[in-house]
């Protein structure tokens, strides 16, 4: 099982429309977890952080749940600009490893007009 | 304020042959991490180098390997080029004590 897993895209839809991402991780003792968003041939970037409590950046709110070890990107309002891919990120402190980011395989947004 | 730079910025090499891709982090910074992401995937860890120690690998081969300079810029080295290492190499790096990574924008390598 790999130990971040996100929702198979792509996810094609018109401006407007509230487009909700899925992402579950394996590792109970991850400890940071963040949505990044990739655009085509470029490099990734922090979109925002996800708490248990959830958190609200305009129109994206994300959501952790710890019991289930399942986050949450949603987005209201699609705009075009808001194509591209979203990576699931997760930090799982490893003695061994360090601190590294473990990526999903990302969920790729298309909206069109 | 500069962020993560990256050379070169597109790289062909022939199997069998080796790489090295350079990072600088931005100022402030002494953490740098290497991700190699291949199309179609997220990127995947290989190196964590912090105040020029390796503090932490992800599961490459040997033939990948890293060092820090005393300016915290950084090196990831590639030794015998396989096709199967045609990819994105992201750098990236962050403050002391902070989850939060700043990508360059890569090194795209392919092996013919």
């Known amino acids: 099982r790999k130990e971040v897993e996100q929702d198979p895209g792509p996810f094609n839809v018109p401006e407007g429309a509230t487009v909700a991402f899925n992402c579950t991780y394996s590792n109970s003792a991850s400890q940071s977890f963040f949505w990044y968003r990739q655009d085509c041939r470029k490099e990734p970037k922090l979109l925002m952080s996800v708490y248990s409590s959830g958190n609200e950046d305009g129109r994206f709110t994300a959501q952790l749940n710890r019991a289930s070890q399942y986050i949450s990107l949603l987005i209201r309002d699609s705009k075009l600009s808001d194509s591209a891919t979203y990576l699931c990120v997760v930090i799982t402190v490893r003695r061994e490893a360090g601190t590294a980011l473990i990526f999903g395989k990302g969920t790729t947004l298309s909206v069109s007009s | ?112």
Not at chain 2, 28 to 39: A, F, N, R
Request: glycine share 10%; with cysteine; net charge positive.
């Open chain 2, 1 to 112: 304020d500069a962020g993560v730079t990256q050379s070169p910025t597109h790289l062909i090499k022939t199997r069998g042959q080796h790489v090295t891709l350079r990072c600088s982090p931005i100022s402030g910074h002494k953490s740098v991490s290497w991700y190699q992401q291949v199309l179609g995937q997220g990127p995947q860890f290989i190196f964590q180098y912090y105040e020029k120690e390796e503090r932490g690998r992800g599961n490459f081969p040997d033939r990948f390997s890293a060092r820090q300079f005393p300016n915290y810029s950084s090196e990831l080295n590639v030794n015998a080029l396989l096709l199967g290492d045609s990819a994105l190499y992201l750098c990236a790096s962050s403050f002391q004590g902070s989850d939060t990574q700043y990508f360059g924008p890569g090194t795209r390598l392919t092996v013919l």
